[in-house]
């Protein structure tokens, strides 16, 4: 038995939720002079220190095969940090999910 088909599942799970509300929203936000809640947090902590707790979680859609076409990420971008070298635990709402 393997467990491929679930950790594939997992990092498309993953990648959907990187897009965060999609490509459109996100250049929203920039056109707007803002960033996209992970920017945000990647400039305030320290550099590769930001584990995310949470990332897939959202809305899945499946289709009738039951593979997943599309998931639409919960609004709240959660984890631990480093900040200055002090640990950290940020939450940011994203503001390209609503």
Not at 17 to 25: F, H, N, T, V, Y
Not at 91 to 98: C, E, I, N, P
Request: proline share 3%; glycine share 12%; net charge negative.
């Amino acid at each position: 038995m393997t467990w491929q088909p679930e950790l594939d599942e997992l990092r498309a799970r993953e990648a959907h939720a990187k897009m965060l509300g999609g490509a459109d929203k996100i250049a929203r936000q920039h056109a707007g002079g803002r960033l996209t809640v992970r920017e945000r947090i990647d400039g305030l902590a320290d550099a590769g220190t930001f584990h995310e707790i949470g990332a897939i979680a959202g809305k899945a859609e499946y289709d009738a095969a039951g593979n997943l076409t599309s998931l639409t990420p919960s609004n709240c971008v959660m984890g631990r940090a480093q900040i200055d070298g002090r640990p950290v635990m940020l939450l940011g709402d994203d503001f390209t999910v609503r």
